[in-house]
């Protein structure tokens, strides 16, 4: 079992700047790890994800803002937020894919951002 733990969310001005950490129980040099978000009212997103050898992808509302980095020695995944824009208001969820397939989920975080 893969416990997943968010950190770093917070209240952020448009165009501010936050990041976010996800601490996970054990190694994840081989699975995949990404970010997902869900404003309330609204169905969840994805917003970025990165594999074991580093490579990122990026939603579209997102990309060039948002960069999504992993340290396999911490076992811990971060999202960093530029140019926050309010529309970016939500809870942030991160999540580990096993290579099965299987799917872990952290408890989420907040973000808000203020116009």
């Known amino acids: 079992q893969v416990q997943l733990v968010e950190s770093g969310g917070g209240l952020a001005q448009a165009g501010g700047s936050l990041r976010l950490s996800c601490a996970a129980s054990?190694?994840?040099?081989?699975?995949?790890m990404g970010w997902y978000r869900q404003a309330p009212g609204k169905l969840r997103e994805l917003v970025a994800t990165i594999s074991s050898g580093g490579s990122t992808n990026y939603a579209e509302s997102v990309k060039g803002r948002f960069t999504m980095s992993r340290d396999n020695a911490k076992n811990t995944v971060h999202l960093h937020m530029d140019s926050l824009k309010p529309e970016d208001t939500a809870d942030y969820y991160c999540n580990l894919v096993l290579p099965n397939g299987i799917m872990y989920w952290g408890q989420g975080t907040q973000v808000t951002v203020s116009s």
């Open positions: 054990e190694t994840f040099s081989v699975k995949t």
